[in-house]
């Protein structure tokens, strides 16, 4: 039961009192050294250590896990171990607040905290984040990271994430352009990969002073970047799943990405119930953009799983269609895939029927508290909660 993430990955949390983990779905205080090791010496042994606990949750009912995944990719040659993955969460400084996250990645979430009814304590993205790490701190940790991967002889491959990125502190003031410096400082000579996922909704001024920022930086050094573009539904849908989102702003500050000199920008599609009816009309719009900018289609399909409701898996078999449908419109515009297969999706369908209860309070709160009412948008996803 071996993973190869243990050996090409290591995430650093620094939303939270900081922790690291061997991929995104576990993680273990950064200070229990001696747990860390503990893991891998569990998962060598094809034990199922605790902080494993989505893989194995998958791997129970026939859904494709991370870690499976991540072998499977690692097999066909998508993922090398002289390469290794350093992935990041910044910090919660997040203009969103989506339906499967919280108070920990989105301070804006946190802010609904402050002013929700008692009643919505249920909800599960509210809540106050536990802190943000100071700027050194992340500094001082990431640099120690690199300085470790450079002697093991790998090639680092930075995965990058926020809250939203583009609004943290620490991109903000240069943080990255540190990290890179450091890195050829050190004695790092070979190209750096650098992965920066938005959620699309940044400022056009803001945008476009990043692209100008990080174009002069991969002048200065070989570096290329992968701009993630995070959504997954289109138009209304997709403003109450990512509330807060602008979806025209969205398509625009997309096309302006997808207009830069980066070798690769592409969607992220989070895989959750809420987009299932409407993944199709996403993709479409997506692949209208590639098309406009001569673009190769690629997608990451990544699905949710924690929180439960917010899975497909709350869905019963009936929503199977959609994902049949967003399957051939991906194999009709030939889109390169990388992670999750959307056929084996189809597994998690009617797996945790029984918690649907719990989107539907969800749904209920976006209707009291921020006056959106989904039933009006995606009336089928609505009348199936809704049935006893
Ligand atoms: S959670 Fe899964 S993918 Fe991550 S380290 Fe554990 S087994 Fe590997
Ligand atoms: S954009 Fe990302 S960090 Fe912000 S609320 Fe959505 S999922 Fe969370």
């Not at 008692?118 to 700027?135: C, M």
């Not at 050190?186 to 699309?200: C, D, P, R």
């Not at 002048?219 to 997709?238: D, H, Q, R, V």
């Not at 997506?286 to 898996?313: A, C, G, H, M, W």
């Amino acid at each position: 039961m071996t993973c190869i993430r243990t050996k090409t990955e290591k995430v650093f949390r620094f939303n939270e009192p900081t922790k690291i983990g061997y991929c995104c779905k576990m993680k273990m205080p950064i200070e229990d050294t001696v747990r860390h090791q503990q893991v891998i010496d569990e998962l060598e042994k094809s034990l199922r250590p605790s902080e494993c606990h989505r893989c194995w949750a998958a791997e129970d009912v026939g859904a494709e896990s991370w870690r499976e995944i991540g072998n499977k990719q690692y097999l066909a040659g998508q993922k090398k171990n002289d390469n290794f993955m350093i992935e990041v969460t910044l910090d919660n400084t997040c203009d969103l607040s989506c339906s499967y996250c919280g108070a920990g990645c989105s301070n804006t979430w946190e802010k609904e905290f402050k002013n929700a009814p008692e009643w919505a304590g249920k909800v599960h993205g509210l809540g106050n984040s536990s802190g943000n790490a100071k700027e050194d701190f992340i500094k001082k940790t990431l640099v120690e990271e690199i300085v470790r991967i450079i002697k093991l002889k790998k090639n680092i491959f930075f995965n990058i994430y926020g809250g939203e990125t583009f609004l943290s502190p620490f991109l903000l003031n240069g943080g990255l352009e540190y990290l890179v410096e450091s890195y050829y400082s050190n004695g790092g000579n070979n190209s750096i990969h650098i992965a920066l996922t938005t959620n699309g909704n940044t400022p056009e001024v803001l945008a476009k002073k990043y692209i100008e920022r990080y174009e002069k930086l991969q002048e200065c050094y070989p570096i290329s970047f992968n701009i993630l573009i995070s959504n997954e539904a289109s138009g209304s849908t997709a403003e109450f799943i990512r509330y807060g989102l602008d979806y025209n702003n969205f398509l625009k500050i997309s096309k302006l990405w997808l207009n830069s000199k980066f070798k690769e920008v592409h969607p992220l599609m989070t895989i959750n119930a809420l987009a299932i009816t409407s993944l199709t009309n996403f993709i479409e719009d997506f692949t209208r953009l590639f098309e406009e900018t001569n673009r190769r289609k690629v997608v990451i399909l990544n699905p949710v799983y924690d929180p439960v409701e917010q899975s497909i898996s709350v869905l019963d078999h009936r929503f199977e269609k959609y994902l049949n449908e967003f399957s051939s419109v991906l194999k009709q515009y030939n889109y390169t895939m990388y992670s999750a297969d959307v056929d084996k999706l189809k597994n998690l369908l009617g797996t945790n029927t029984k918690q649907k209860h719990k989107l539907k309070t969800f749904i209920d709160y976006s209707r009291i508290v921020r006056n959106v009412d989904f039933s009006q948008i995606e009336p089928e996803i609505v009348e199936y909660l809704e049935e006893e």
